[in-house]
């Protein structure tokens, strides 16, 4: 990743809701940034969807985090670039394989934690991948993340995480 668009990942990610904020950055790494919020306590890696010129209702992102003290680790969530449709599928394709998710509104997950595990490992192998859903007016939308970083940056978030 280029100097600006680390920067624009960083200015993105602060400009989160204040559950995002995170209080320790722990390195940017390719596409992907890696934190630490000791108050909370949680780590997570995170990263900004693809630019876009179509609507967009949320800044898109997905993030996979940690929380010590409830013992989830690599949980996988999606913030979806538009407000989903009820009752629709919601795919997400890394390389040759696909997911279904779940989710409400405008988020999206991962069911089980035997599928979070089953996807960082796919993202830990491809390049890219694409979240896929339909919007409330009924119009296919997606949203495109880069991996590159992602593995340094899940790993740097674990480590993070080890302390808290």
């Not at 010129?53 to 690599?74: C, H, K, M, N």
């Not at 998710?101 to 491809?126: C, H, K, V």
């Amino acid at each position: 990743m280029k100097g600006a668009q680390a920067a624009l990942l960083l200015a993105g990610v602060f400009a989160l809701p204040s559950p995002l904020f995170a209080k320790d950055s722990l390195g940017i790494f390719g596409d992907w940034g890696a934190f630490a919020d000791p108050q909370m306590p949680r780590c997570y890696a995170i990263a900004k969807a693809a630019p876009s010129r179509l609507q967009r209702d949320f800044e898109p992102y997905a993030s996979i985090g940690t929380w010590p003290s409830r013992g989830v680790r690599g949980q996988v969530h999606f913030r979806l670039s538009r407000k989903m449709a009820t009752d629709r599928q919601i795919t997400l394709r890394i390389g040759d394989r696909s997911f279904k998710l779940t989710g409400t509104n405008g988020d999206a997950w991962a069911p089980n934690q035997s599928m979070d595990a089953a996807i960082i490992a796919a993202m830990r192998a491809a390049g890219s991948m694409i979240v896929g859903a339909t919007d409330q007016r009924g119009r296919r939308f997606s949203n495109t993340y880069n991996l590159d970083g992602v593995a340094t940056a899940m790993d740097a978030a674990t480590v993070g995480c080890a302390n808290l």
